[in-house]
């Protein structure tokens, strides 16, 4: 093949498609409507169990369906003192909680689930929460900000990329989940009863003034297995706290 020939079939190939631009910037991420619902939970809550498997089954069947809804497991520890140490309860998440309800004009109770930080509801009101997450799922894609993102595993952290679509005033949040969790409890409310979680937060970072991309990295606590977690990244506007955009890892 000749120099001539073959620069004009390159030039041809790069105007139809079939070699890339090395020059081709790469696409923002495309907003979407989405959903979190983060649920704040407790091991030694009796009424919690059917609130965690109302979390399970509707983050499921969205997942099914290809629909943006993401669930989160906040365990509190305000119920350790009742018989049971929940061994995924944090202060922080119970900080967390707390800062929603005073946002949000709320008492402090479990099975709490907040959803897209502008609303409470008992968390095994299932039509409810249905009902809200359908009302999000209607409003344009303008009302939100893209978010993408790449994860690095090892066997002691995870490490995310993330790029947003555009600036704001936003907070970027990053949970570390445990995908399911099995605990035989043996005291307390829920004594002789075998529990089962999922989207356990086991880590969680906030970031204030993101800017468009960036990197955080989690530690994977002991005993658990890179294989056997997920990482949710979520924006919140920092004056009004509503999730704007969200992307599971």
């Not at 993408?148 to 949970?175: C, F, M």
């Not at 056997?228 to 706290?241: E, K, S």
Request: with cysteine; charged share 20%; proline share 5%.
């Amino acid at each position: 093949m000749s120099y001539s020939f073959l620069s004009l079939f390159v030039a041809a190939a790069m105007l139809y498609g079939a070699v890339p631009s090395t020059t081709e910037k790469p696409r923002k991420p495309i907003p979407q409507p989405v959903v979190v619902l983060e649920l704040f939970t407790s091991q030694g809550c009796s009424s919690c169990p059917p609130a965690d498997q109302a979390l399970q089954e509707l983050t499921k069947q969205a997942a099914q369906a290809g629909q943006a809804v993401y669930g989160l497991s906040f365990h509190v520890d305000y119920w350790n003192r009742l018989g049971w140490q929940d061994p995924f309860s944090n202060k922080q998440f119970t900080d967390r909680q707390r800062q929603y309800d005073r946002v949000l004009h709320s008492q402090t109770y479990t099975p709490q689930v907040v959803i897209n930080g502008q609303q409470d509801v008992i968390g095994g009101q299932r039509g409810r929460i249905q009902q809200a997450v359908q009302a999000i799922q209607k409003q344009p894609a303008s009302a939100f900000v893209g978010v993408d993102g790449k994860l690095t595993r090892n066997a002691k952290q995870v490490t995310i990329d993330y790029e947003l679509s555009s600036t704001g005033p936003y907070r970027v949040n990053v949970a570390l989940l445990q995908k399911e969790a099995r605990t035989a409890v043996r005291n307390g409310e829920n004594g002789g009863r075998t529990l089962v979680n999922t989207n356990v937060v086991r880590q969680f970072k906030s970031l204030d003034s993101p800017g468009t991309s960036g990197h955080v990295s989690l530690d994977l606590p002991d005993k658990l297995t890179a294989d056997q977690t997920a990482v949710l990244i979520y924006v919140q506007r920092t004056d009004t706290q509503q999730v704007v955009g969200a992307k599971q890892l």
